[in-house]
């Protein structure tokens, strides 16, 4: 790892880096209060006016850009890297907890050691597969990376993780039937509707609204004159109803509620940008 | 008395008892040598015809978010758009945003594109994994070689032969967006104004973006199996969509039942109370 | 016999579908009733997904976007940022947990500015879209636009507004208004009653993908459907 020149300048750089940015803090801990507070909230205007001017300066017609693209370019590698370093938290958070009940042993102190078997065990091999598969630091792909990835992640991450996902579809059974009861207007509409798109949408539908006899197609002649008989009995077929719920009816709602949570979500936007809202930085 | 007995034994039956029903259900219908032919709506067709006007060598990004969590729904997809991609012998890259997301789809494009005689780095690669999707794609929308640097075998993507003539997001034809989430949002906010996209969605997100086919913003949708299996039948081809598809409407026909039994069984009950 | 000795975990590829036959019917067995065989899988579950993410982040992240630009492309800056990044880890600590703040903010900020160029991408074609919904026929129209298009037209311009009417609070809803409002509140329940039966569609296919591969791949029987 330290053979060439540029991995020595490189450990040097992040040495250094590290100790000056852990050097900070206890000078960053002299700060009173309210000199956090305006910290805090100085970075996140800058970090949100970098992004929103980005957007709003005009661009170089050859080009398409302005002078913030590229630097946003070569900030958004890093950006990539703190987001990582974020999601990472609940996994500590998670081992933290397990840990602790189990050097404390605390009730069901025994499922703790699983997991902690189970996390060390997953991200040896996980750490292993990735490396053997970019060829990074020598590391080779073996028979028995091959086959105890395969068997961790395959055979038992990826079918304990959509299992636990299908339990939801025997709960929303039970619930249906014991507690969707239809005892209002609203309760009626939506679950007429439900009904109709559940059926209309699988080709059962189709088959049922073949098997009445409902016109099968939409001629030019039935298009051009929507009044006639047919026309009007082609218009009740399951899909056909199914669909125009969903494309007539239901769009129409969706879009009113993106409206809605839109300019919501510019406004709570705007407030965090200017951390107007308190409790969260 | 009996019969207020009977209803009230019917809404109070014990849920393990619904859960073996629906599970018989599920084995029976699967089991079933019964084949409907599917209604094809526009949203699925407009899907398959998007990808049909593309030629030769054009290229795709796949964007596969998907992991283990909704794998009945989105494998089907996913598996039906790479095959139809190589059937036209498109380029196509794939890229994912959620780590489980990055080797399932890794692993199973592996599989498909072998059997097509597809060459990782020649004819399709996959960039990996990247955490945050919104700089990705405006990134991407940018420089693809700045954004990504590398596809998941540590090339660098000016040398894939792949990318060749490739330099960001505006030089690709389309997006299909296979995803359980709401990664359709970052990609319509953040791409460029005339790259197309094409969603494939599980069936939970499907209703939302009925707003996005009708202003265009998505040109296709094939919703979770139930789209697999409609799209499979415009291909021509035999894929899990089509077998998880009766399994799927008898399901319904239970789950309908059922709703209407629970209801009926609470009047019955209240009729014979009062 | 053969479908026995098939069965069998008598080599790898059929021990690994008896491992994920046994991981599937131990998470089902909750529906029973809880017992320390789902618990023990739960467990190893939650172990396994996080264990599992820590090399796509290290390697494709970490490494991708932080060591290999600093030591094959010489940016040194960035050599700050993984220290910057590891503030977030100070939230643990009673005295220094503010500073972790410090990096959320950074976070939160460039989320916010980036909502600018997301409303403008995605909702105005949408209000675009609504606004240029054709509601009779046009001057010189020359018979493609159909009678049915124009009356969904007005379905659905008519059902935008009602549902908008009901969601706004910023005055009292009376009279005319409130008759709306409540018409787009029953018109809500159309959606509602689509995403509805959509979400049903798509927790029955999770079940059935499961059962289909207890049948198809460990009880290797054959399934019907094409």
């Known amino acids: ?281 | 008395m009996e019969q207020r007995t009977l209803w009230s034994r019917m809404m109070a039956i014990d849920r393990r008892i619904l859960y073996l029903i629906l599970a018989v259900n599920i084995v029976g219908a699967l089991m079933a040598r019964v084949v409907l032919e599917p209604n094809i709506p526009p949203a699925v067709r407009s899907f398959y015809e998007t990808i049909e006007a593309l030629q030769p060598g054009d290229i795709v990004m796949v964007s596969s978010t998907w992991s283990a969590g909704t794998l009945a729904e989105n494998q089907p997809q996913f598996e039906a758009v790479l095959r139809h991609l190589m059937r036209k012998r498109l380029r196509f890259t794939i890229i994912s945003f959620t780590p489980p997301a990055r080797d399932i789809s890794h692993r199973l494009a592996r599989r498909l594109t072998r059997e097509q005689g597809y060459v990782e780095g020649k004819d399709w690669a996959h960039f990996g994994y990247t955490p945050d999707i919104v700089l990705a794609v405006k990134g991407m929308s940018e420089d693809i070689a700045q954004a990504v640097r590398q596809d998941v075998r540590r090339v660098p993507i000016q040398q894939l032969e792949v990318m060749r003539g490739i330099k960001s997001l505006k030089d690709y034809k389309l997006v299909v967006d296979i995803t359980p989430s709401d990664t359709l949002t970052a990609w319509i906010s953040f791409r460029p104004r005339d790259l197309k996209i094409i969603y494939c969605p599980t069936s939970v997100m499907a209703a939302e973006a009925y707003t996005f086919l009708d202003s265009k913003q998505i040109l296709g949708m094939i919703t979770g199996a139930k789209g697999a299996y409609e799209y499979e039948h415009l291909l021509g081809i035999v894929g899990l969509g089509t077998r998880f598809i009766n399994a799927i409407q008898f399901s319904h026909v239970l789950i309908i039942t059922f709703i209407l039994l629970g209801n009926f069984a609470m009047f019955m009950q209240r009729r014979s109370r009062s | 016999m053969d479908w026995l000795l098939a069965f069998l975990p008598l080599n790898f590829e059929r021990t690994s579908i008896w491992i994920g036959a046994i991981c599937t019917l131990a998470i089902y067995s909750i529906l029973y009733r809880e017992n320390p065989f789902y618990r023990l899988f739960e467990h190893m579950f939650v172990g396994l997904a996080a264990g599992y993410a820590l090399g796509p982040n290290l390697v494709d992240v970490i490494y991708r976007f932080w060591w290999e630009p600093i030591r094959q492309d010489g940016i040194w800056w960035l050599s700050f940022v993984v220290p910057f990044g590891m503030y977030l880890y100070f939230i643990y600590n009673e005295k220094y947990g503010w500073v972790s703040r410090i990096v959320i903010g950074a976070l939160i900020g460039a989320s916010a500015g980036l909502a600018f160029q997301a409303f403008s991408s995605r909702y105005l074609p949408q209000l675009q879209g609504a606004l240029s919904k054709v509601l009779w026929y046009p001057p010189n129209s020359t018979g493609e636009i159909y009678i049915s298009t124009i009356l969904n037209n007005w379905i659905f311009v008519v059902i935008l507004l009602a549902v908008l009417t009901y969601f706004t609070f910023s005055f009292e809803h009376r009279g005319a208004v409130k008759r709306t409002a409540t018409l787009g509140r029953w018109l809500l329940m159309i959606g509602l009653g689509a995403i509805f039966g959509n979400t049903v569609m798509a927790r029955m296919a999770l079940l059935i993908g499961r059962v289909y591969y207890l049948l198809d791949s460990w009880l290797m029987v054959r399934i019907g459907g094409g």
Do not use: C
Request: glycine letters at 6%; charged letters at 15%.
């Open chain 1, 1 to 281: 790892m330290f053979d060439t020149r540029e991995n020595i300048w490189a450990a040097f750089w992040m040495i250094g880096a590290a100790i000056l940015i852990f050097a900070l803090i206890p000078l960053l801990q002299t700060l009173p209060p309210r000199g956090r507070y305006l910290l805090i909230a100085f970075v996140t205007f800058i970090a949100g006016l970098f992004f929103a001017a980005e957007f709003f300066l005009p661009v170089d017609e050859k080009t398409g850009k302005n002078f913030l693209t590229d630097p946003f370019q070569r900030l958004q590698g890093s950006l990539q890297v703190i987001t990582a370093l974020s999601l990472g938290l609940g996994t500590y958070g998670l081992i933290r907890l397990h840990l602790r009940n189990a050097v404390q042993r605390r009730a069901q102190w025994g499922y703790s050691i699983v997991l902690l078997v189970s996390f060390v065990t997953m991200a040896f091999f996980s750490v292993w597969n990735t490396l053997a598969e970019k060829g990074l630091l020598g590391v080779q792909r073996t028979p028995l990376l091959e086959r105890a990835f395969t068997l961790l992640f395959d055979y038992t991450l990826v079918q304990l993780d959509a299992t636990m996902f299908s339990l939801i579809a025997f709960y929303i059974f039970s619930a249906a039937y014991r507690a969707f009861r239809i005892r209002s207007v609203e309760a009626s509409i939506l679950m007429f509707t439900a009904m109709i798109v559940m059926i209309g949408i699988v080709p059962l539908g189709k088959f049922i609204s073949d098997s009445i006899g409902l016109p099968i197609m939409m001629t030019d002649e039935m298009r051009t004159n929507p009044f006639a008989l047919e026309t009007i009995l082609y218009s009740l077929r399951l899909p056909e109803v199914a669909n125009w719920i969903l494309n007539v009816l239901n769009a129409p709602v969706q879009r009113a509620i993106e409206f809605g949570v839109g300019i919501g979500a510019l406004a709570m936007a705007i407030r965090l940008w200017l951390s107007l809202e308190r409790g969260i930085t």
